[in-house]
C-alpha cells in the first residue's frame, strides 16, 4: 500500500479486495444469492438452463459487490 504526504492510499481499491471485510461481505452476499435461487436451480431440467441460472446468479452477485465500493473511493483497509 502507497501512501501519500498527506495519507492518501494510492491502492485503496485493491487494498479493499483484498481486505477480512470485503471477503466476509463477498461470502455473505453469495451465500445469500444462492439460497434465493437454490430451488430454482434445483429444478432446473438440463445443462443450458443450470448455465443461464448461474450466470444470473453471477450477474446478481457482482451487482451486489459492485454496490459496496466502488473503484474510484479511496478506501483504507487494515
Known amino acids: 500500500m502507497k501512501k501519500g504526504v498527506i495519507g492518501i492510499v494510492a491502492d485503496g481499491f485493491e487494498s479493499l479486495l483484498k481486505s477480512p471485510w470485503y471477503r466476509q461481505k463477498r461470502a455473505a452476499i453469495e451465500a445469500q444469492v444462492r439460497a434465493k435461487h437454490a430451488e430454482e436451480l434445483a429444478q432446473a431440467a438440463g445443462y443450458w438452463q443450470r448455465v443461464k441460472i448461474e450466470g444470473r446468479i453471477r450477474r ?19
Open 60 to 78: 446478481e452477485i457482482k451487482r451486489e459487490l459492485q454496490a459496496l465500493g466502488s473503484p474510484y473511493c479511496l478506501w483504507v483497509c487494515r
